[in-house]
C-alpha cells in the first residue's frame, strides 16, 4: 500500500485534501513517521484515525492552529491600534530598528495630552502588543495570516467612514482609553475562551494564557487611567464610583461595568456569549456578572453570592472575583466594530 | 506559639516526618512534633487544587490582616480597594474550599515575619509580592491540569490576580509591565510563569516553621 498514492486519488476528488490537515508538509512528516513502526496489518486503522482527524475538523471544535491563528488577527487588532495613536504608521514593529518608528506631529500633540507615567505604561503596552503579534508569528510558522492592512481597520467605530461613535480616537485620550480598555478586555476573555482547545499543547497554552495575563494587566492600568484621567499622574490613588463603573471603573470588572466605557458599543464585551458546536461539554460563556461557579459535569456549581452570604461581602465583589471566557463567534462580532466594510478579517 | 497557631488541620495525619493533609472539620488542633514539619499537598487534580487552595489562602490571611489593621498610612480610596482585594481573595479560597470539599487541606496561618508591613511602601511591596507570584503560579499551573472545566476556571482566576497585580504597580508608582513582561527576546510580551516548586519556594518563608513538599504534583 502507497500513502502517497492514496492521497494523490483522494486530492483528485478533493482538492482540498492536504489543507484539512495541519499542512501539507506535516501531513507528510506524520506519514513518515508512521511509516517507520507501521505494519500492514496497522496501517488501514492509522490511516482511519488521520482522515477522521482531518475531516472532522469542520463541524468540532476548533485546532490549535485555528486559536493561535484568532488570537493573532485579535493582537493585529490592538497592536495597529496603539501603533496609530502613539507611533508609527500602523504597521507591526519587527525587531529593533525596523518597521515605522517615526512619530508624526499628531501623535506629539496626542501623546502630550497624557501624564509621564500614563505615557510610559502606554508605550510599554504597544510594545508588548507588537511582540505578541511577532510572538504569534512565529508560533504559526507557515499557518501565519498575512498582515491585514492598516486600512481594514477603522477604530472610530465608522466601517471605514472614519467618522463612528469612536470619532476622536486618535486625538481624544478619553475616547482612545475606552477604546484601549474594550479590546484589552475582549483580549482577556478571548484568550481564556480559547483556552481548553489548546489544552492538547502544553508550550502553545501556556504561552497563551501567559498572554492572557498580560492583556488582563494592561486592561487593569488602562481602568486605571480612565478612573482619573490621561493627564493624572497618580492616577491609582483616585477611588472607582462604584455606581457607576462604566465611566469610573476598577481596574477590574464589576458586574457588566454598566456596558463598558460605551454602552451602545462595548455591551456585548461584558455580557453573555454564544455556545458554539465544539465547545467541550461543562464550559459556558455567561456574562461578567456570573456569580455561579465550577459547574463540572453532573454537578451544577456554586452560587457564591448565596453560598458565602455570611461573608457580609458586597455583591459586586462576587462577580469582580472571576473573570469570564467568550466564544469565537461573538469576539468576532465585536472586534468587527473596528474593521471596515469589506474587509473579511474576523 | 507559632507553631500551634501556624497550623489548624482537621483530620490530618501526622506521620514522623511528613503530614500528608486530608479532610477537614471542627477537630481538634493538630500540633506536629518536631520531626514533623513537612506537609504534603497531595498528588495529581486534587494536588493542583489544593496547591491554588494554599496560595489563595495565603493571599486571603494577608489583605485580612491589611483590612483588619486599617494602618493610616493607607488613604480611604486605597483602603477600599484592598478590601476589595481582599473579599476577591477570600471568595477564591473559599470557593475552592467548596470545590475541593473533603480532599482540602485544612486552614493555615502564615508567618509574615519577613514581611514590613508597618509602612506604606512595606505593605504594597508585600501584596505586589504575592499578587505576581500568583499569576506567575497560575501561569505555570495551567498546563498540568488535565480537566478543561478546571482549565477555564483557573484562567477565571487567574486574570483577575492579574488585574490586582497591575493596581498594586500603581500604587507602589511602578509601571505594571516594566518589570514583569520580558521587552526583548524569544519571550518577548510574555511575563513569568512558574512551577508549583519554583512558587513554594519563593514563599517559604512565609510557611516556616514548616515546609510545603509539592513532590507529588504532576511536571509537565
Same mark, same amino acid.
Given at each position: 500500500m502507497n500513502f502517497f498514492h492514496i492521497l494523490s486519488e483522494i486530492e483528485k476528488t478533493d482538492p482540498e485534501v492536504f489543507e484539512r490537515f495541519d499542512s501539507r508538509r506535516q501531513v507528510f512528516k506524520h506519514l513518515t513517521g508512521f511509516g517507520k513502526k507501521m505494519t500492514a496489518a496497522t496501517l488501514p486503522l492509522a490511516l482511519t484515525a488521520i482522515f477522521n482527524k482531518a475531516y472532522a475538523q469542520t463541524t468540532s471544535a476548533p485546532s490549535v492552529t485555528d486559536v493561535l491563528r484568532f488570537a493573532l488577527k485579535l493582537e493585529y487588532l490592538e497592536a495597529y491600534f496603539y501603533n496609530l495613536a502613539l507611533q508609527?504608521? @500602523?504597521? *507591526?514593529?519587527?525587531?529593533?530598528?525596523?518597521? /515605522?518608528?517615526? *512619530? !508624526?506631529?499628531?501623535?506629539?500633540?496626542?501623546?502630550?495630552?497624557?501624564?509621564?507615567?500614563?505615557?510610559?505604561?502606554?508605550?510599554?503596552?504597544?510594545t508588548d502588543e507588537n511582540n505578541h503579534v511577532n510572538f504569534?508569528?512565529?508560533?504559526?510558522?507557515?499557518?501565519? *495570516?498575512?498582515?491585514?492592512?492598516?486600512?481594514?481597520?477603522?477604530? !472610530?467605530? @465608522?466601517? @471605514?467612514s472614519g467618522t463612528g461613535p469612536f470619532t476622536g480616537v486618535f486625538t481624544n485620550p478619553a475616547i482612545f482609553l475606552a477604546v484601549a480598555q474594550s479590546l484589552e478586555d475582549t483580549g482577556v476573555r478571548a484568550y481564556k475562551g480559547g483556552a481548553p482547545y489548546l489544552a492538547s499543547n502544553k508550550d502553545v497554552l501556556t504561552a497563551a494564557l501567559n498572554i492572557h495575563s498580560v492583556e488582563a494587566r494592561h486592561a487593569a492600568r488602562l481602568r486605571t487611567m480612565r478612573r482619573a484621567g490621561a493627564a493624572n499622574n497618580a492616577a491609582s490613588g483616585v477611588a472607582a464610583n462604584a455606581t457607576n463603573t462604566s465611566a469610573s471603573p476598577k481596574s477590574w470588572i464589576s458586574g457588566q461595568d454598566g456596558g463598558g466605557a460605551s454602552p451602545a458599543q462595548t455591551a456585548p464585551i461584558y455580557a453573555a456569549g454564544s455556545l458554539p458546536a465544539g465547545t467541550p461539554a461543562g464550559i459556558t460563556f455567561p456574562a461578567e456578572d456570573n456569580v455561579v461557579q465550577g459547574p463540572n459535569g453532573t454537578q451544577p456549581g456554586v452560587n457564591l453570592q448565596t453560598a458565602l452570604a455570611s461573608l457580609n461581602f458586597p455583591?459586586?465583589?462576587?462577580?469582580?472575583?472571576?473573570?469570564?471566557?467568550?466564544? +469565537?463567534?461573538? +469576539?468576532?462580532? *465585536?472586534? /468587527?466594530?473596528?474593521?471596515?466594510?469589506?474587509a473579511t478579517i474576523f | 506559639m507559632r507553631r500551634r497557631s501556624?497550623?489548624?488541620?482537621?483530620?490530618?495525619? +501526622?506521620?514522623?516526618?511528613?503530614l500528608v493533609l486530608a479532610g477537614c472539620g471542627d477537630d481538634p488542633k493538630i500540633e506536629? !512534633?518536631?520531626?514533623?514539619?513537612?506537609?504534603?499537598i497531595g498528588d495529581g487534580e486534587n494536588g493542583l487544587l489544593n496547591y491554588v487552595y494554599l496560595l489563595e489562602q495565603l493571599e486571603a490571611t494577608f489583605y485580612q490582616k491589611i483590612v483588619d489593621a486599617k494602618p493610616a498610612f493607607l488613604s480611604a480610596a486605597e483602603l477600599t480597594a484592598i478590601t476589595d482585594l481582599r473579599d476577591h481573595e477570600v471568595i477564591h479560597r473559599e470557593f475552592f474550599k467548596q470545590l475541593l470539599g473533603g480532599n482540602a487541606i485544612g486552614t493555615?496561618?502564615?508567618?509574615?515575619s519577613t514581611l514590613t508591613l508597618t509602612t506604606r511602601t512595606g505593605v504594597l511591596e508585600a501584596a505586589r509580592l504575592l499578587e505576581d507570584l500568583g499569576v506567575a503560579a497560575y501561569n505555570g499551573a495551567a498546563k498540568l491540569i488535565t480537566t478543561k472545566n478546571t482549565l477555564v476556571l483557573l484562567g477565571k482566576i487567574a486574570s483577575v490576580e492579574a488585574r490586582h497585580a497591575a493596581f498594586i504597580h500603581d500604587l507602589l508608582g511602578i509601571d505594571p509591565f516594566a518589570d514583569v513582561v520580558a521587552a526583548t527576546g524569544a519571550d518577548a510580551g510574555l511575563g513569568p510563569a512558574l512551577t508549583p516548586a519554583q512558587v513554594i519556594t519563593a514563599a517559604a518563608p512565609f510557611f516556616l516553621p514548616y515546609t510545603i513538599d509539592v513532590s507529588g504534583l504532576p511536571l509537565a
Open positions: 508609527g504608521d @500602523g504597521t *507591526i514593529v519587527v525587531g529593533s530598528g525596523t518597521g /515605522n518608528t517615526a *512619530i !508624526t506631529p499628531t501623535q506629539t500633540t496626542f501623546r502630550a495630552l497624557f501624564s509621564a507615567t500614563n505615557l510610559s505604561s502606554l508605550t510599554k503596552i504597544r504569534l508569528r512565529t508560533a504559526l510558522a507557515s499557518n501565519v *495570516i498575512p498582515a491585514p492592512a492598516v486600512s481594514d481597520f477603522d477604530y !472610530t467605530g @465608522g466601517k @471605514g455583591a459586586a465583589a462576587f462577580s469582580e472575583a472571576f473573570d469570564e471566557p467568550l466564544d +469565537v463567534p461573538t +469576539v468576532s462580532a *465585536i472586534a /468587527n466594530t473596528f474593521v471596515r466594510n469589506g | 501556624f497550623f489548624r488541620v482537621a483530620g490530618a495525619t +501526622v506521620a514522623a516526618s511528613t506536629p !512534633t518536631d520531626t514533623g514539619t513537612v506537609i504534603s493555615f496561618e502564615f508567618n509574615f
